[in-house]
């Protein structure tokens, strides 16, 4: 995935949110690139997700996710 965000320039990488591993993101953050995540429709799992370091999440159902 880091070619790929290399060879692009990307900004962030967009990625399942059921698949996203520690690893990952200790990388990303080491390296400046913000991680987002879809499709998270559960709010404490979107919670986890922050905690673990993911920068926003996508929703179908923003209503689930209010205040966070």
């Known amino acids: 995935w880091l070619d790929c ?5 990307a900004f962030s990488l967009h990625c399942c949110a ?6 990952l ?3 990303a953050k ?4 913000p991680v987002l995540c879809w ?5 404490e799992f979107a919670e986890a ?3 673990r370091g993911v920068m926003s999440v996508f929703s179908d159902r923003i209503d ?3 205040g966070l």
């Open 5 to 9: 965000i290399d060879g692009l320039g």
């Open 18 to 23: 059921e698949h996203i591993d520690d690893s």
């Open 25 to 27: 993101l200790s990388v």
């Open 30 to 33: 080491d390296r400046g690139i």
């Open 39 to 43: 499709t998270v429709n559960d709010r």
């Open 49 to 51: 997700l922050f905690r």
């Open 64 to 66: 689930t996710l209010a």
